[in-house]
């Protein structure tokens, strides 16, 4: 067996391969370390293991702690650094899905954003952004009173729907979104020229929470979830965009967990890549990249 660990800023993912070829992909929250560190404890002895991310130095150790029979195998697991991983591993997949592409921006949209330029000789890393999953999750929990009015008893029947009172539930923010419209929260290029033909694309977002302002009617968690969103495809795609285009390449590689069972920002990205130029894939599984490319250097 062999085991590659990609511990995250919020989540942390893993493939494990067994000798027939056979992949099995899990993930924890990077906080639950002590439900990782029994994975661990169950499935390790006996395997390769290699760890990648910005904790997996934390979670070795930890590992290496509570686990004092397999300590040293702990110990004597391979690190990957991050970036060689990610994009190691997505163009595994790309494989996999048979869409083998020589050079390709990747974009891993996890708790930050990272992008990279991968080339059959390498990748470098060509930028970022701040905006990304976590941004998510922070504006979702600001716009659903996280931590403020309903944890002193105040209710809100769409943030409890969402599942937003108690923690914040992926799932339910995103099928909240899903159920939002944005046409009252973000400003469009056909807003500003109402009535003449504007110098580009009018359904591209003149300014994102901009129609907010002009609105007299109180607007709902699901349409601010369904903008946030946007505001986070649209920005995460407008980097990749200019950056591809200054590398001369269309093909643009999402990845990241912000993607997952989240067709909205999929279908965002999707639909802003090719307004702007480029040629979108969100590859599925590719919030594993991380992981199997860790997987891969054993
Ligand atoms: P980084 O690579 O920036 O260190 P990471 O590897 O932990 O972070 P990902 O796992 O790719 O990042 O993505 C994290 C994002 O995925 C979260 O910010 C959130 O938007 C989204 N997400 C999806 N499912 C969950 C979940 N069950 N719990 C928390 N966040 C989730
Ligand atoms: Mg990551």
């Not at 390769?48 to 130095?57: E, P």
């Not at 397999?70 to 690190?79: E, G, I, N, S, W």
């Not at 930028?127 to 929990?141: D, K, N, Q, R, S």
């Amino acid at each position: 067996l062999r085991i590659g660990i990609d511990a995250g800023g919020t989540l942390t993912k893993i493939a494990a391969r067994r000798p027939d070829g056979q992949f099995r992909f899990l993930k924890f929250p990077s906080a639950d370390a002590g439900r990782i560190v029994a994975w661990l404890a169950a499935e390790a002895p006996g395997a390769a293991l290699a760890f990648t991310g910005g904790k997996a130095g934390n979670l070795q150790a930890l590992a290496s702690d509570r686990m004092p029979a397999d300590a040293a195998h702990m110990r004597a697991a391979v690190t990957v650094p991050e970036f060689d991983a990610t994009c190691a591993g997505a163009r595994w997949l790309l494989g996999r899905d048979e869409r083998n592409l020589d050079s390709f921006l990747l974009t891993n949209v996890g708790t930050g954003t990272s992008i990279h330029y991968v080339t059959p000789d390498g990748h470098e890393r060509v930028g970022g952004t701040g905006v990304g999953g976590g941004t998510i999750l922070g504006l979702a929990a600001l716009l659903g009173g996280i931590g403020a009015g309903l944890r002193s008893g105040g209710g809100d029947s769409a943030v409890a729907e969402a599942g937003l009172a108690e923690k914040l539930d992926y799932a339910g923010l995103v099928a909240l979104a899903r159920k939002g419209d944005r046409a009252r929260v973000d400003l469009k290029v056909s807003h500003i020229y109402a009535g003449v033909t504007p110098p580009i694309p009018g359904d591209l977002t003149a300014s994102n929470f901009g129609h907010v302002a002009n609105q007299t009617e109180p607007i709902g968690l699901a349409d601010a979830l369904a903008s946030v969103i946007g505001l986070v495809g649209e920005t995460v795609t407008t980097v990749s965009v200019h950056a591809a285009r200054e590398l001369g390449t269309a093909d643009i590689v999402y990845i990241g967990s912000t993607f997952l069972g989240n067709t909205l920002l999929a279908e965002i990205v999707n639909r802003y890549t090719k307004l702007r130029g480029g040629r979108p894939y969100v590859l599925p599984d590719g919030e594993y990249s991380g992981a199997v490319g860790a997987l891969l250097a054993l």
